[in-house]
């Protein structure tokens, strides 16, 4: 969590990096392993309290992007809409108190 979310920092800095290092660090920013599909469609049942079916026409198994936060999802709701689904990963809240608790260890030491 922390190291990737430096690693994703870093990759926008590019007044301060030579641009090969913002290239390859820029594949942090949204190319991070997906949660597997079963994952997915667990957490979206649990949090709409609904099956997937019920609340979708169509849902594709193969995110558009994947994040440290979350991942995203095209789908079609049952009235044909079409819709992206973002779908936050179940250790986010996890990672997030982590980092956290990273960055203020690493300003103390910055002081």
Avoid: C, W
């Avoid at 590019?14 to 660090?25: I, N």
């Avoid at 809409?81 to 250790?91: C, E, F, G, P």
């Avoid at 990672?95 to 103390?108: I, T, Y």
């Amino acid at each position: 969590g922390f190291y990737l979310k430096l690693g994703q920092i870093l990759a926008s800095k590019t007044d301060m990096l030579p641009q090969p290092y913002t290239e390859s660090l820029s594949r942090l920013l949204d190319r991070l392993p997906p949660a597997p599909f079963r994952v997915v469609r667990r957490t979206i049942q649990a949090e709409l309290d609904a099956p997937l079916e019920a609340l979708f026409r169509e849902l594709d198994p193969f995110p558009l992007a994947s994040a440290t936060i979350a991942q995203v999802h095209r789908g079609q709701l049952p009235d044909g809409r079409h819709v992206v689904v973002k779908v936050q990963h179940r250790s986010a809240r996890r990672m997030m108190r982590s980092d956290l608790a990273n960055l203020v260890a690493l300003s103390g030491l910055m002081e």
